[in-house]
Nanobody, 131 residues
């Protein structure tokens, strides 16, 4: 069974940090773009993406403006896991964070939607930031 599993969510105070993990089961992340999507009531936002399968550029990453400079995405190929280090958290970061894997574009991560972009979804992990 092919799936992704998130972990690492929790409750933190403003200014705190969390590290989310996304592990693949049944397939390898090597040829996929891995996305972190934040879901809040009424809004879904892709906050970050990583794709190491773009041979021409050595890989690509993406950060939404709302998290740029605070979040860092990385991957451990040996563990088939992607991490999202979240620092300087604020209440607007509260939400359910989903990891999704799908085929990358020829440039790796892309801001636009395309068929199959989020082929495999995890179950989500709750992040709550209190003031």
């Amino acid at each position: 069974q092919l799936r992704v599993v998130e972990s690492g969510g929790g409750l933190v105070h403003t200014g705190g940090s969390l590290r989310l993990s996304c592990a693949a089961s049944g397939f390898s992340f090597d040829h996929y773009a891995i996305h972190w999507i934040r879901q809040t009531p009424g809004k879904r936002e892709e906050v970050s993406c990583i794709s190491s399968s773009v041979s021409s550029s050595g890989g690509s990453t993406y950060y939404a403006d709302s998290v740029k400079g605070r979040f860092t995405i990385s991957e451990d190929n040996a563990k088939n896991t992607v991490f999202l280090q979240m620092n300087s958290l604020n209440v607007e970061d509260t939400g359910v964070y989903y990891c999704a894997a799908g085929p990358p574009t020829s440039y790796g991560c892309a801001t636009y939607d395309y068929p199959g972009k989020y082929e495999y979804w995890g179950q989500g992990t709750q992040v709550t930031v209190s003031s």
